[in-house]
């Protein structure tokens, strides 16, 4: 297979083409395997009321808002980075282009995640969690900020999307699950089946890529995994929100590493594949010395029992 230089750093032309096929038969698959849910019916309406304003009713206040700081923080962090949607489906459509299963996949994703935000913030907004002023501020500060994508060509940004729909399958679940509320719960729950699709595909795309070209799909991975951070990462207030969703076990660098980059490691076989190039093997062992740093990272993370 003839290669150009562009190809070997972010996959070109020649792998949007060739991947064409598996992009087709996934996306079949992913409509085959989802099911359509309706956000209304996961927000616990009956807990709203009106508020100040052109409603007359009552203000925010702090004391209203029942969720635990790493839960309230999960949620507040996963609305606000489902806002930027309109950000990610402009670099997702440069990434992967603007024909073909490739963008019907994106639109469809675009939807998904869609449907996401509204139900995070019909949630948010009818049990009082948040300040409904700051959110709507946020909202806006983070669109008008833009999001800048941290890497380039296709290869990249399947190696991305699959470790950030990992990410943020764990981070939903383990939301819910701090929530102490059963309803935020279920809607988490709910909202981390489609990350996993969404991951699934991803991660079945990557596979192919690595296939097709390894020492490429390798440089990718050895590229985009040690600097990966979540989309959030851009939102007002980052800082105090993450502090308190490591806090909180909800996300850390040692639930990082063993609910998302091993796995994503081992499921993958990237320290397994054999007759690369040079350029491959040295991917190899860029991503196992990653592995190994973090490792000892999350194990200092470990707060004490
Ligand atoms: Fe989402
Ligand atoms: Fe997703």
Not at 55 to 84: F, K, Y
């Amino acid at each position: 297979m003839s290669r150009n230089a562009a190809d070997i750093t972010t996959g070109g032309r020649g792998a949007l083409a060739e991947l064409e096929p598996v992009v087709e038969a996934n996306l079949h698959r992913h409509l085959r395997d989802t099911r359509e849910w309706f956000p209304h019916q996961y927000v616990p309406w009956s807990r709203g009321r009106d508020f100040d304003g052109l409603q007359g009713g009552e203000p925010w206040t702090p004391e209203q808002s029942r969720l635990p700081r790493a839960a309230r923080a999960s949620l507040l962090l996963g609305v606000l980075t489902e806002d930027n949607l309109p950000s990610y489906y402009h670099i997702l459509l440069r990434a992967f282009g603007e024909r073909g299963p490739w963008s019907d996949w994106v639109h469809l994703w675009t939807a998904e995640e869609g449907r996401h935000s509204i139900a995070l913030r019909g949630y948010l907004l009818t049990t009082r969690a948040v300040d409904p002023v700051a959110l709507e501020r946020f909202r806006v500060r983070q669109l008008t900020a833009g999001y800048r994508f941290d890497h380039n060509g296709v290869l990249q940004a399947l190696v991305y999307t699959t470790l950030q729909e990992w990410a943020t399958r764990v981070a939903h679940r383990n939301a819910g699950l701090a929530s102490g509320d059963p309803v935020c719960d279920r809607m988490m729950g709910r909202i981390a089946a489609d990350e996993n699709l969404h991951m699934i595909f991803y991660r079945n795309v990557l596979q192919a890529a690595l296939e097709r070209d390894p020492d490429a799909a390798l440089t990718a991975v050895a590229d985009v995994l040690p600097g990966f951070r979540l989309p959030g990462h851009v939102a007002a207030d980052f800082t105090t929100m993450t502090r308190d969703i490591v806090a909180g076990g909800v996300y850390s660098a040692q639930i990082h590493h063993e609910a998302v980059v091993a796995p994503f490691v081992r499921q993958l076989k990237l320290l397994g594949i054999g007759g690369l190039r040079p350029e491959g093997h040295q991917a190899q062992e860029r991503i196992a010395r990653y592995v190994r740093h973090l490792e000892l990272t999350a194990a200092r993370d470990i707060p004490p029992r």
